[in-house]
């Protein structure tokens, strides 16, 4: 193997999470996206203008965190005009989209940049959903 592939620093994924009035389920979001063995990331909790307390638990919840960037956007930009303020500041090689009523297994972003990276034809991964609490 090549020293440069050895000394290689692994991709740094920016990970969008857009919340609207759901902090206790954006909080379980990233909680599991925090449990990652793929350490390289960055999340970017936008919030869409959220009329109730959520901007204020995740300060007091993730504030301090340097793997968090909270984005309060003034008004509702929607689904994509939220993301897309993500994008925006995003500062990885790669941008994870997760929804915020969504938990990760602590491989899931490891899996994903494997895929990526075995093959530079490959532009776009997704993952599997598997709902909670339906056995397939």
């Not at 959220?50 to 965190?65: L, P």
Request: aromatic share 8%; net charge negative.
């Amino acid at each position: 193997m090549h020293s440069l592939a050895l000394n290689k620093m692994p991709p740094k994924v920016s990970v969008i999470i857009l919340n609207w009035n759901q902090p206790r389920l954006t909080v379980d979001c990233i909680n599991s996206v925090l449990k990652q063995k793929y350490t390289n990331f960055e999340i970017l909790l936008v919030d869409n203008a959220s009329r109730d307390n959520s901007v204020e638990i995740f300060e007091e919840r993730f504030g301090d965190n340097e793997k968090i960037r909270i984005i309060v956007n003034p008004e509702n930009l929607g689904y994509a005009g939220g993301n897309n303020e993500g994008v925006k500041r995003a500062r990885g090689d790669y941008i994870a989209i997760l929804n915020n009523d969504t938990t990760v297994e602590k491989d899931w972003l490891e899996e994903l940049i494997k895929a990526l990276e075995s093959d530079g034809k490959i532009g776009s991964v997704s993952s599997k959903v598997i709902k909670m609490g339906f056995p397939f």
